[in-house]
């Protein structure tokens, strides 16, 4: 910054005796050092022997510095609200990222906005610096300070702006693929409330069958049942217009005899209640064996479906079990030459020729693929030639994906003896100890054929499978990512 009075020495011109303390603003003056600096008399002799008479533009050194000084105060100030946005940015991003819940963990994502906000504010800082550190006014500085004497402030703050704009490219880039894993989960949950929908209609249509297969059975089991169902009401209607004749006919008569009749008519109506009492009591009998008939029925039907179901629900259970039970031998140790053929209840993550780049982003993005469930599934990486798997390394996934810091120890899986490594922005692979020395890729211990080891940075050289190294020598691999597929 330009604090004292005159930073600089001033001369008196040998001719004229005048102080040397004017300069000449214009560009073109600026190549030639007689021309662009000295006593006023001078530079205005100097200017009119090569015709370029620009009176306004020989200033004192004062006032030439004391521009600089306001456009430098202009770029500090430029650069300082940058970096307060900034910086509300970034804690409106984590903060936006914390309210939500992720399927995998919110803590590689906060990483990842912390590191892009903090590089950018270091490059703000830095250029903060660079502007502080403005020389004083001197002939060797003159060609330096005339240029940002001359700097475009709208367009320095354009530029500067659009840095800010790459910057929210890359976070925005980052959101997305988040967002993506949270539409995953929503897929997910529609597709299992399809199942369900599906089932239940295969739930109506059985039980739909299961009503006409009785019907079926009813009408084989007892046709005297379904006679007597059929003229239970008109013999009960018969049944009682006899009776009412009967009473009729007894009260007529009555009327024919004397007074000492009326005995006679009570017996009748006596007789005639236990006859419809006689009658209820065996409709009530029919009716209790036919219900009685039809419970057994239902019951024995009902325990021989749920027997064969709880039968075939336990089948099931016991085969799932059994499968994933099957493939935890893979994770105690490192295979080499085994056939596709054994991993045929693995799903395939990733399978591309070793001749394809291969970034940290698309590690990242194979790892949400796996965790989109919130399993910790069975996951192998190794390298595919034809049908034959040359080498490969298998263990959960939490294992795999763990980010390890030290480029010359790998993690020792809890699971068995593999040892994993994940260095970001250098490579990821499995060794038999834990000693690595990854420049990019593993060079520990070249002879041995039980390590693997994959760059991230986009350089087809950076290959290891066993023995043999780079480009050339491991071109007819693919890569390839495994799954334990799903047996919930």
């Known amino acids: 910054m330009f604090e004292s009075k005159h930073p600089f020495g001033v001369n008196i011109c040998n001719i004229t005796s005048s102080p040397e303390k004017f300069v000449c603003i214009n560009l073109e003056c ?4 007689d021309q662009s600096f000295g006593c006023y008399e001078c530079l205005i002799k100097k200017h009119k022997q090569i015709d370029q008479l620009h009176f306004e533009k020989i200033i004192e050194i004062t006032a030439f ?16 609200k940058l970096i307060i ?23 590689l994502l906060q990483q990842r906005i912390e590191q892009l906000f903090s590089s950018y504010l270091m490059k703000l800082q830095n250029e903060k610096v660079v502007i502080s550190l403005t020389p004083d006014y001197s002939q060797q500085q003159h060609l ?19 840095n800010g704009v790459g910057l929210q490219e890359q976070v925005d880039e980052i959101l997305e693929n988040y967002q993506i894993v949270t539409i995953q989960k929503f897929n997910k949950l529609k597709n299992e409330v399809e199942e369900l929908r599906i089932q239940f209609n295969e739930y109506n249509q059985k039980l739909e069958q299961w009503e006409r297969e009785r019907e079926r059975a009813r009408a084989r089991e007892s046709p005297f049942m379904q006679v007597i169902e059929q003229l239970k009401l008109p013999v009960v209607f018969v049944l009682s217009i006899l009776l009412f004749l009967n009473i009729i006919y007894s009260l007529f008569y009555l009327n024919a005899q004397d007074l000492d009749s009326g005995l006679i008519l009570n017996q009748t109506l006596q007789q005639s209640d236990l006859n419809f009492n006689q009658m209820n009591q065996d409709q009530y009998y029919t009716n209790q064996t036919y219900n009685t008939n039809q419970t057994n029925y239902t019951n024995q039907t009902k325990y021989t479906n749920q027997t064969k179901y709880t039968n075939q629900t336990n089948q099931d259970k016991q085969s799932k079990s059994q499968n994933k039970e099957n493939q935890l031998w893979l994770i105690s140790e490192i295979l080499e030459n085994r056939s596709v053929e054994e991993f045929k209840n693995f799903m395939i993550i990733y399978d591309q020729s070793f001749n394809q780049p291969f970034t940290q982003d698309t590690y990242e993005r194979i790892q949400k693929r796996i965790y989109w469930d919130k399993k910790d599934k069975i996951v192998c990486i190794g390298a595919r030639e034809n049908k034959n798997l040359r080498l490969i390394g298998c263990d959960f996934a939490s294992e795999v994906f763990s980010i390890t810091q030290n480029a010359y120890s790998a993690r020792k899986s809890k699971n068995g003896e593999i040892y994993w490594y994940w260095v970001q922005q250098k490579s990821f692979g499995f060794s038999p100890n834990k000693n690595i020395v990854l420049t990019n890729i593993d060079y520990e211990d070249p002879t041995s054929e039980l390590r693997f080891s994959f760059g991230t940075a986009k350089n087809l050289e950076d290959r290891r499978v066993g023995s043999k190294y780079g480009h050339n020598n491991t071109n007819q691999y693919n890569l390839v990512i495994y799954a334990l597929k799903d047996s919930d």
């Open 65 to 80: 510095l004391s521009q600089i000084k306001q456009k430098q105060k202009k770029k500090m100030d430029i650069l300082q």
């Open 85 to 107: 946005d900034c910086d509300s940015k970034k804690k409106q991003v984590q903060q936006s990222i914390s309210v939500v819940e992720n399927i995998i963990s919110n803590d």
């Open 144 to 162: 330096k300070l005339l240029k940002f004497y001359h700097e475009d402030i709208e367009q320095y703050e354009k530029l500067i702006a659009q």
């Open 30 to 33: 600026s190549e030639k050092k």
